[in-house]
């Protein structure tokens, strides 16, 4: 799975570990868990960039705060011989103490352990078992996160099915996307893991469902009266979720060029957004009656066809003063040469039921862009019976994701003075402005507290996976087969110009007028 950042998990502060706490306990799942049961986390993929850069920092920040429970131990498996000090040393820029917590560092290195074995052999899952056991306790519950490529998921689930189940507590499995590849291959997948364990067992990550502002938005259109009466093709024009990078493949073209842009964000992180803004409100917000409803709404959605989209690819910006900004995709070495992989997609999706029938949905995101943003835009229809002779601009609702997580709506107002001259301004919800003190968990530490808590709101079902390959599967093949060339654009643009115009045919308006700044955070006194 290609990394996009490495930033390291922020400090905890009372007030935001407060919040997190009390939330916690809202969303524990009841168990015959006792109070004193033992926990075991272990990190299938040990030694890969994955639970360097990933895994080890959350766990690390989950220890650091008290979050995961108490005397939880973590090992690490793989087939790289090493030692709990040398994999400590493969995470020195990733796993750090700051001042004062040196002593909770070493605490944490003390809880970790590692097993080196293949990953098809089940005598060595058995050695596996038997290092559990010896530092386990009475009821003893097991969370297996599988950080691996696809061609070893199945040999690996099937051995820690046959040799590594908790006897005494439950086991839960989380597993990495991809998916599959498309439909058939998601399906073959979906059966053997069917066969290994029930749905309550698994977890399917998606990391962008574990973000503050996309898990806001059910919070948004469900408990605010404002939002949920316009919130239809009645006042909508058009919605617009953006995904942007902006840098290239940084020297991982090989891997992403097996599965492109579309299986990489498209077909998950903004499908899944895409589910969340449109679906209809839950019974509960248990996490069935939330998933049933996001899976309604792509039963609704048709397959997507080439026409429907604009693919791109990124060639090198010569005048750039950064050396990484001058090389084009396919002058990455690990690319294949003649490459037609998109590094950018936009694409149109159609939602065929009554509160959406007619909206655009456009999905669209990108490498080596001007930005790194990622947002969901709600534009509104103009406004009937315009006296201020075409001075106003549509009505936005902007969710941002990241960076400087917010919710802000663009709004007509008159300026200062004698007339009545209208400027766009906003009604800005800035987190780091409101909740001052507070830092919000990471995605990752988000995803594995709720799979501790059995909270499986946050993670993807089969038929929500079945759904989604097939919107995407048709299109795929068809680049596959037909393999059309790409729309070339510059390192650090936009994107093609032709996203723009497929845009503006689906009902969205650009002015170029405003553009929101994040409020400054200055620390409370």
């Known amino acids: 799975?290609?990394?996009?950042?490495?930033?390291?998990?922020?400090?905890?502060?009372?007030?935001?570990?407060?919040?997190?706490?009390?939330?916690?306990?809202?969303?524990?799942?009841?168990?015959?868990?006792?109070?004193?049961?033992?926990?075991?986390?272990?990190?299938?993929?040990?030694?890969?960039?994955?639970?360097?850069?990933?895994?080890?920092?959350?766990?690390?920040?989950?220890?650091?705060?008290?979050?995961?429970?108490?005397?939880?131990?973590?090992?690490?498996?793989?087939?790289?011989?090493?030692?709990?000090?040398?994999?400590?040393?493969?995470?020195?820029?990733?796993?750090?103490?700051?001042?004062?917590?040196?002593?909770?560092?070493?605490?944490?290195?003390?809880?970790?352990?590692?097993?080196?074995?293949?990953?098809?052999?089940?005598?060595?899952?058995?050695?596996?078992?038997?290092?559990?056991?010896a530092a386990e306790r009475g009821h003893a519950n097991r969370l297996f996160y599988l950080a691996l490529p696809p061609s070893v998921f199945k040999p690996v689930t099937s051995m820690l099915k046959a040799a590594c189940m908790s006897p005494t507590g439950w086991t839960r499995v989380i597993v990495e996307k991809p998916f599959g590849k498309d439909s058939a291959s998601s399906a073959d997948l979906s059966d053997h893991l069917k066969k290994l364990f029930s749905e309550e067992q698994l977890y399917r990550i998606d990391h962008y469902l574990g973000k503050e502002m996309v898990?806001?938005?059910?919070?948004?259109?469900?408990?605010?009266?404002?939002?949920?009466?316009?919130?239809?093709?009645?006042?909508?024009?058009?919605?617009?979720?953006?995904?942007?990078?902006?840098?290239?493949?940084?020297?991982?073209?090989?891997?992403?060029?097996?599965?492109?842009?579309?299986?990489?964000?498209?077909?998950?992180?903004?499908?899944?957004?895409?589910?969340?803004?449109?679906?209809?409100?839950?019974?509960?917000?248990?996490?069935?009656?939330?998933?049933?409803?996001?899976?309604?709404v792509l039963k609704a959605i048709p397959s997507l066809s080439l026409s429907s989209c604009v693919l791109g690819q990124y060639c090198g910006d010569p005048d750039s003063e950064d050396p990484d900004a001058r090389l084009g995709y396919l002058e990455d070495p690990t690319v294949p040469e003649g490459s037609s992989c998109p590094t950018f997609a936009a694409a149109v999706l159609k939602i065929n039921n009554e509160r959406w029938d007619g909206v655009p949905f456009m999905l669209k995101c990108g490498k080596a862009l001007n930005e790194r943003k990622a947002e969901v835009r709600i534009q509104y229809k103009d406004v009937p019976g315009d006296i201020f002779n075409g001075g106003t601009v549509r009505n936005e609702l902007v969710i941002r994701v990241q960076p400087n997580e917010s919710v802000y709506v663009k709004v007509m107002t008159k300026t200062p003075g004698m007339s009545f001259n209208l400027q766009e301004t906003e009604l800005d919800l800035t987190y780091k402005s409101r909740y001052r003190d507070a830092r919000l968990p990471e995605a990752y530490e988000r995803l594995i507290l709720d799979v501790f808590v059995g909270s499986q709101m946050h993670f993807v079902r089969s038929d929500e996976l079945a759904e989604a390959w097939r919107i995407f599967t048709p299109l795929l093949h068809t680049i596959e087969k037909d393999k059309p060339q790409p729309i070339k654009y510059k390192y650090g643009s936009r994107g093609p110009p032709e996203a723009d115009t497929l845009a503006m045919k689906n009902n969205f308006t650009y002015t170029g007028r405003y553009k929101w700044t994040a409020p400054v955070h200055s620390p409370s006194t």
């Open 1 to 133: 799975m290609p990394l996009r950042t490495e930033s390291e998990c922020p400090e905890g502060n009372p007030e935001g570990l407060k919040l997190l706490r009390d939330s916690l306990k809202k969303v524990q799942i009841s168990t015959n868990s006792p109070t004193d049961a033992s926990h075991v986390f272990v990190v299938f993929g040990a030694s890969g960039d994955l639970a360097r850069k990933k895994i080890y920092p959350t766990l690390w920040a989950l220890y650091r705060d008290s979050l995961v429970p108490k005397g939880t131990q973590i090992f690490g498996y793989a087939r790289s011989k090493l030692s709990v000090s040398q994999l400590r040393e493969k995470c020195v820029g990733t796993v750090k103490a700051k001042e004062g917590e040196e002593d909770l560092l070493e605490q944490f290195w003390a809880a970790n352990h590692y097993v080196a074995g293949s990953y098809d052999t089940q005598r060595d899952f058995e050695l596996l078992n038997q290092e559990m056991v």
């Open 215 to 296: 898990q806001n938005l059910i919070s948004l259109r469900f408990g605010n009266m404002i939002f949920g009466p316009t919130w239809n093709r009645d006042s909508i024009a058009s919605v617009t979720i953006t995904f942007k990078e902006p840098f290239g493949t940084q020297g991982r073209g090989g891997y992403f060029d097996e599965f492109g842009i579309i299986r990489d964000v498209m077909q998950n992180h903004l499908l899944q957004i895409l589910c969340l803004a449109a679906m209809e409100k839950p019974v509960t917000t248990s996490p069935d009656d939330i998933r049933d409803e996001k899976v309604k």
